[in-house]
């Protein structure tokens, strides 16, 4: 297996809050919750954080330290990390960085959002915007320009993306964090209302507030540690393809090109990977990111979605996906991580993936970044 | 002098815009503005950057990508780096960590902010909004306090204050680029408005549009460009006093913290700088700045403005500072850094400090992260 950094990094504890709605909370009650977690998890103090990577979107100046000052004054190194969707992601990539690379041997990424209804971020990039029809809220119409473009071109299905919600709410209904516990049946996701048509209301991501934190640290430091994983991945792209004002192929370039460099970090095929958290925002994104990963050819999602999932080693977005589980934005890579994690470890409970040695990790802030990591046992 | 990475990290290029209103324009026409001056100060072309910080506070989701894909479409990572007023300095940093630690051979650091008049942010944190009189912003407010409380037990004056407006508008008399280009009497800061009582409103910066940005590079890159600097001390904290609500405490711990550190990395004393570029947000911000230094006893600050500066080795805010330059807030550490390493190099035209061998440059985002750097010929 190859190896990212100079040195091994290993995650050697995790921890989030439940997904939901937590009206009324804030981001000083949720992220020093994760945070905590991710400690105890890891058998450490928070004195023994060297430096701290915060992903967030929409908190407002120095939330990282807002969240983290609750846990201890100890003047380290804090940086507020944001890239969109993929702010978490980033916050992983840049602590990994920093043990791999010696800058630290001990480092904190983390991520939250507390979230209102329809807070939909696009940083006022016109870009993002393009095709929007008054009304509706920017990202599901550019999702549904995306089904529309995929389905024009490959044939793709409504059922089809329904499919990928039903399989993400069941995995969700196991994951006592997730915020949607019931499982959802083909009917029903056709019959919920359209959002941004065609895409019906269980096509989309929730609104969600959330954090989650986990602990990165060398070989020296894993070995005093429960059960470490390490990092045998670790990729960060901007985008190669937005100005085209191509939806489809914003979502196919970045992702794939990401997604190849890191199966070629980890020195693994996509056949070898056992579980895959993907970016799942949109249930049109799973059936893409499937052909992005190389489980099927291109244009082939659609029918992946109905046929080739249930059949294939890799079990894709285990902890419910961004669809069941919730996409608090900074907290969604990070959460990402602590389903690989858990997995590796034998710890997930109902939704466990027995004998699982090998998972990976995406996330996408469309226009702006894609993150990918892989962890091995 | 010492190092403070495994390997040295050179500045290789430096660009920034005009700081100054702006009226109408977008991080989109100052961000690429800036980065091209850098790269072709450096000779290299935008496809050289192998990761790039950008540095923003109010640019909203993905600011950093907005500016750089003016530049090209080549997927390098990007992060935004948030810390208030020392996003820029946290950026350069993180660039310099980069390349310090082998991460890249060559990092972009750039910092920019379009602001309108009043827009100081706070994050939302009750305790930057402390003391805070109804009707006046937070900051002037708590700088006020600052004042106040360093008057009562030290004696400083506001004749001392206005001191340190007088000679930094001089200086940005003398700056091209500085918002303000003309000089003012110290009965002219006197009579002007009061904003936050005593402050007057020329004892506090501007409201100001604008970028900047550092090409920061290996040895074996730096050997290719016209005029490298080596950055021989780099220092990121955050808060260790915030938690006790003591204004003048969050001004003196956390800098001169990070300044010791700083100097400790460097291997050299306050009194060899020959340039220091300082948080000057406010006339009494630079005043305890000075004691934070170690360039006069704690207390000494605003004596040491009124008459213990003009004999001084050092000079401080050569650039105009924040005072008369401007501080567009996420652009701020990185223009600090153009001017010292112009100062370095024998390019600051009628503001050149004489065989300038040694520069500082200094950020606080209030409450958050403090940076640090200093340069060397």
Sequence with gaps: MGDPFPREVF???VGMTAFGRHEGKTIQDLGPEAVRAALADAGLGYEAIETAYCGHVLQGSTAGQRVLYELGMTGIPIFNVENAC????????AAALAVGHGIADVALACGFEVMGRGAIPTGGDARLERGAPAGVAPLPALFSAVFRAHAERYGTTLEQLAAVTVKNRAYGAKNPRAQFHEAVTLDEVMASREVAPPLRLLMCCP???????????????????????????SV????????????LAGITEINSAAMRAAFEQAGVRPDQLDTAEVH???SIAEIIHYENLGLCARGEGGRFAEQGIKDARVKVSTSGGLLAKGHPLGATGVAQTVEA????????GERQVQGARLALAHCQGFGGAAGVHIFAK
């Design 207 to 233: 609104t969600t507030s959330g954090a989650a934190a986990v602990v990165v640290a060398s070989a020296d430091v894993a070995r005093g540690t429960r059960k470490p994983i390490r990092i045998v991945a």
């Design 280 to 282: 799942d925002c949109f």
């Design 86 to 93: 993929a702010s978490g992601t980033s916050a992983l990539r």
């Design 236 to 247: 960060l792209r901007s985008d190669p393809a937005i100005d085209r004002g191509d939806a």
């Design 11 to 13: 995650v050697v504890g």
């Design 341 to 348: 994690v858990e997995q590796l470890r034998g710890e997930s």
